[in-house]
């Protein structure tokens, strides 16, 4: 799950060369929300708008998405591999448990933060990083971390 809001970028993203592998195609965008929305918004009450939700091979953006979005499909396929042929399990223990939801997010957008830097001048990245930061931090996803361990958690994908 990400929200749009979190592209800030001084030059177009889709100037941001992809390796192989990272992107590929096989999913769709679908301009609605997922099939268990109401499960989501049970749990997390403060999602934006502007947010997109992986469930299996779609991308569910209400408002919807450019495909050119490297770094931002590229989160969401991180999650279509981890929700693999288990989605509604997948999604069940996302909502139930806030440890496992974290490290879900962690290699998301830390394959967002590799696929955008590419694209990015040095001085643009810190930005990035701190808006990617800023999002995971957030209530969208329920406080999980500090901003601090956030930004550090994104840049290096792990402790
Ligand atoms: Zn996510």
């Known amino acids: 799950m990400m929200s749009m809001a979190e592209v800030p970028l001084e030059r177009p993203i889709e100037t941001a060369p992809v390796g192989a592998g990272v992107i590929g195609g096989g999913f769709e965008i679908i301009p609605g929300f997922p099939p268990n929305i109401d499960k989501i918004r049970a749990v997390l009450t403060e999602i934006p708008d502007t947010a997109i939700f992986t469930y299996g091979k779609a991308i569910y953006a209400p408002r919807g998405l450019d495909r050119k979005n490297k770094p931002l499909i590229a989160h969401e396929k991180v999650h279509m591999r981890q929700q693999r042929n288990a989605v509604e399990h997948w999604w069940d223990r996302y909502l139930a448990d ?10 998301a957008y830390h394959m967002q933060y590799k696929v955008a830097k590419r694209g990015l001048p040095w001085q643009f990245r810190r930005t990035y ?3 990617l930061a800023g999002h995971l931090s ?3 996803y329920g406080s999980l971390v500090s901003l601090d361990k956030a930004r550090h958690l994104i840049a290096h994908g792990r402790v």
Request: proline residues 19%; charged residues 10%.
């Open 98 to 107: 806030p440890t496992f939801r974290l490290w879900q997010e962690v290699p």
């Open 129 to 131: 990083l701190n808006t």
């Open 138 to 140: 957030s209530p969208m």
